[in-house]
T-cell receptor, first 115, second 111 residues
Framework: EAGVAQSPRYKIIEKRQSVAFWCNPISGHATLYWYQQILGQGPKLLIQFQNNGVVDDSQLPKDRFSAERLKGVDSTLKIQPAKLEDSAVYLCASSSGTGGNQPQHFGDGTRLSIL | SQQGEEDPQALSIQEGENATMNCSYK?????LQWYRQNSGRGLVHLILIRSNEREKHSGRLRVTLDTSKKSSSLLITASRAADTASYFC???????????FGQGTRLTINP
């Protein structure tokens, strides 16, 4: 089966600019996750979707970050405006079951650098 | 503070030796999962162990779980250069619908 697809792989922007990331999960996976991974740390969950509904967005900085999952398939994560501390790898993952009960399948991420 | 904390933070061994990584956590869990991450890539799931299980095997991997000590260990036997990666434990806390990842152990296998 095809894995989780993410684009772009790399993005460099200046602070206060906006940026968007795209994710296509494994076909049939109901649950989709966006994680932020700062260099040297483990992934931190930003938002979790079950189909097209939000299950958990408690750690999403909602003043600047937004995410949507149209039709319960693809998802986009947007940052506007970006801050220096947003420099990180943004990972998308999907799973067939509800959060935490099944293995999660990860894409290779988007590495974001803020100048 | 992190729910899961791996120990050691970094480990360097010779090819063929065994590697052991530990994970401690703070609150009761439903399950604990181990993932591997190669440099510049996404995480890859290795093993899921449920709270009522004590040990699981997968090829050269052996995971143990001690819920009384709130700890888990990942053993990689007969290590290979290709095992060089970061290893993360992730816990599903009881009552939560998400995984919480630790900081990871960076494993280097020297040829």
């Amino acid at each position: 089966e095809a894995g989780v697809a993410q684009s772009p792989r790399y993005k460099i922007i200046e602070k206060r600019q906006s940026v968007a990331f795209w994710c296509n999960p494994i076909s049939g996976h109901a649950t989709l996750y966006w994680y932020q991974q700062i260099l040297g740390q483990g992934p931190k969950l930003l938002i979790q979707f079950q189909n097209n509904g939000v299950v958990d967005d408690s750690q999403l900085p909602k003043d600047r970050f937004s995410a949507e999952r149209l039709k319960g398939v693809d998802s986009t994560l947007k940052i506007q405006p970006a801050k220096l501390e947003d420099s990180a790898v943004y990972l998308c993952a999907s799973s067939s079951g509800t959060g935490g009960n099944q293995p999660q399948h990860f894409g290779d991420g988007t590495r974001l650098s803020i100048l | 503070s992190q729910q899961g904390e791996e120990d050691p933070q970094a480990l360097s061994i010779q090819e063929g030796e065994n590697a052991t990584m530990n994970c401690s956590y703070k609150t009761s869990i439903n399950n604990l999962q181990w993932y591997r991450q190669n440099s510049g890539r996404g995480l890859v799931h290795l093993i899921l162990i449920r709270s009522n299980e004590r040990e699981k095997h997968s090829g050269r991997l052996r995971v143990t779980l001690d819920t009384s000590k709130k700890s888990s260990s990942l053993l990689i036997t007969a290590s290979r250069a290709a095992d060089t990666a970061s290893y993360f434990c992730a816990t599903r806390i009881q009552g939560a619908q998400k995984l919480v990842f630790g900081q990871g152990t960076r494993l280097t296998i020297n040829p």
